[in-house]
């Protein structure tokens, strides 16, 4: 059974940071490109960042240089920090399992975890 929890999420002050963690199971977790989405109310979920086996990252332009995406292939987990957050970054963050080119198999989502912003 594939499995992806995150955490890390919460209340925080615009400015602020946050740690997302999604560990994953039941996968061989190499042979997956991880990613974080976000969706917030009432709004089509959207692509946060990516990162491929060997550590490249991708970015969505609205979270460059504020966010940055890194994975532990020992560990099974993929992470998101999130620094100097916007009221416009809440949202519940999807982490994604998608097989890498040439690997079988299907996406996997987490179950989210919620970032709001406010002061």
């Known amino acids: 059974q594939v499995q992806l929890v995150e955490s890390g999420g919460g209340l925080v002050q615009p400015g602020g940071s946050l740690r997302l963690s999604c560990a994953a199971s039941?996968?061989?977790?190499?042979?997956?490109?991880m990613g974080w989405y976000r969706q917030a109310p009432g709004k089509q979920r959207e692509l946060v960042a990516t990162?491929?086996?060997?550590?490249?990252?991708n970015y969505a332009d609205s979270v460059k240089g504020r966010f940055t995406i890194s994975r532990d292939n020992a560990k099974d987990t993929v992470y998101l920090q999130t620094n100097s957050l916007k009221p416009e970054d809440t949202a519940v963050y999807y982490c994604?399992?998608?097989?890498?080119?040439?690997?079988?198999?299907?996406?996997?989502w987490g179950q989210g975890t919620q970032v709001t912003v406010s002061s």
């Open positions: 990162i491929t086996s060997g550590g490249s990252p």
């Open positions: 039941g996968i061989i977790f190499r042979f997956y490109v």
């Open positions: 994604n399992a998608r097989p890498q080119a040439g690997i079988m198999g299907k996406d996997y």
